[in-house]
């Protein structure tokens, strides 16, 4: 059995140890290596690679922010110098996780484990998600949100946020240019974004505070939180009382 | 300094009600031991004290002038003698006239305000004395405050700034990237792996070396910024590209160290690893009027909505300016197109030896 492979690092000299390396393995057959994130993240999609060597930080798309736009991710190694909340995450949960600059025999390991869980996709598939969701548990709220339509791949800075609006299992997020899906809950960007700033003002709302033009009285249960690019959302009591002291009202 | 009988409302009462109290007691011993008339005794006491209640005023304003400090002892000396005698004159002049003519048909008050003179001198000193001391105690006391608040503060900033430099000294991404460029060599071009570790061990004695040291020559800071470009463009390649313009005269110019360190490692994290397009630094450096003058500038994606640093580097970086040069204008910033600019002017005096530079 042999792995389609892609490297994806954004320097040529990682890239080439990376080859070196899997000289060794036979099983292993590169299809291509690539620069960034957005490269990477579309060959993904179009070549179907069995494994992906990852980088974490890269221009236009980090690794993780790539990993998390993916339905049906391959196996992953990331290979990254140094991160601090990445390293605890992931030795709990990745296929597998370098430190830069990592010994062949420490490679030969990780290469080995993804060829020995390369028939157990599913639960592969499974160890990728808990992977992204244990990194979620880093501290820092996000600055910006990956999402995609059919065809193409955007990052949202979440500045750029108006609101945020439940959609079934979905998140529609608002921003001035447009309107992207986002498969994640209410509840995740709740806790993913400054509290200070984002206000969960409904079950189906959260809104960016800095955008809030005025807030009106609607009837006894709840108040109209009006916005500056004239969008007109409802805040529940609960929320009203939330804003009102976020905003020292 | 605010004037302290003014500074709130009980200031005011603690003053108004101690002259209040002086006179009670004034008023006393006049009409119960010398048997003046109520009268007599009130007329006095309110015209004698409620006169150096107001001169205690004013006289602020000659002690908050005549700090002995900063003034010299004969002026000091010229100053409250000659403000003495104007009060002593008007505190005296002033209410015998006003008794004199008050009280114009009783002999024994006017006697007795003629026999009063020495005392009335004497108790007018006496108060003159006591108001100026108090006065003279909270300017002292003030300033120590004020003093105490400023040295913890400088103190604090001085903490941070060692932490920040510090923290900006070696960043781990660079660090552990360059060894992983190094193992990459290895295999691929040992020379070249060579020559990388030796570029890069220059650069961490540097950084670590000229700690002790809080200026440096700008041919010095100009070598050590060219060994770490030259080391991320063996991680870049072609991505990352270089150019300096500058003039002779610049190099022997005094520069705070490792002060342009950070606004190349900026131009690095915001330029060349958000970008896939290739990234041009440049730096120009002018001699100008004493002034050096240094402009660096790069190529940078707008798109990339790059992920906000801490902001560590440009802040450090000012802080550090305005401790040593005390002026907050020699470093500014700016955006056109895709270039992003940063200015920074160094005077061409090396800044007296402060305490609050760093010293690690």
Known sequence: ?249 | MNHPVFIDRKSVSVYFGLWALVAGVHFSVFYFFYDFTFEIAGADSIVFNFLFCLIGISLWYIVRYTIPDKTNFWNVAFNHLTYLALTLVVWIGLPYTLLNWLFNGFKPYHDFLMISIPYRLFSGILFYALTGLVYYLIIYYKNLQEKVRTESRLRELLKETELNMLKSQINPHFLFNSLNSISSLTITNPGKAREMIIKLSDFLRYSVSTNTKRFNAFENELANIRRYLEIEKVRFGDKLQFDFDIDKDCCTHKIPLMILQPLFENAIKHGVYESTEQVKIEMKCRHSKGFLEIVIENDFDPDAHPRKGTGLGLKNIRERLRLLYKTDKLLATSVSGTKYFVFLTLPNIEPLETNYEPQL
């Open chain 1, 1 to 249: 059995m042999t792995l389609k492979t892609i490297v994806v690092d954004d320097e040529q000299p990682a890239r080439e140890v990376i080859k070196h390396y899997l000289k060794d393995f036979p099983e292993i057959d590169i299809v291509g290596e690539f620069q960034d994130g957005f490269s990477g993240l579309k060959a993904i999609q179009e070549l179907k690679p069995d494994l992906v060597f990852l980088d974490v930080q890269m221009p236009k798309l980090t690794g993780l922010e790539l990993l998390e736009l993916l339905d049906h991710p391959p196996l992953i190694i990331f290979s990254t110098a140094y991160d601090q909340y990445a390293i605890k995450a992931f030795e709990m949960n990745a296929v597998d996780y370098l430190l830069k600059p990592y010994s062949k025999e420490r490679f030969a390991q990780s290469v080995q484990k993804s060829i020995a869980q390369a028939g157990t996709v599913v639960k592969t598939a499974a160890n990728v998600e808990n992977l992204v969701r244990s990194l979620d548990e880093n501290p820092e709220y996000l600055q910006r949100i990956a999402v995609k339509s059919r065809h193409k791949v955007s990052v949202v800075p979440v500045e750029d946020i108006f609101y945020l609006e439940a959609e079934g299992d979905y998140v529609m997020i608002h921003t001035k240019e447009a309107k992207h899906l986002k498969e994640k809950t209410m509840k995740y960007f709740e806790s993913h974004l400054d509290p200070s700033q984002y206000i969960r003002i409904h079950r189906s709302y959260i809104v960016n505070a800095k955008f809030i033009d005025r807030i009106e009285y609607y009837d006894k249960e709840s108040y109209s939180i009006l916005l500056k690019n004239g969008a007109k959302l409802r805040a529940s009591t609960t929320g009203y009382k939330l804003l009102k002291q976020i905003l020292n009202m």
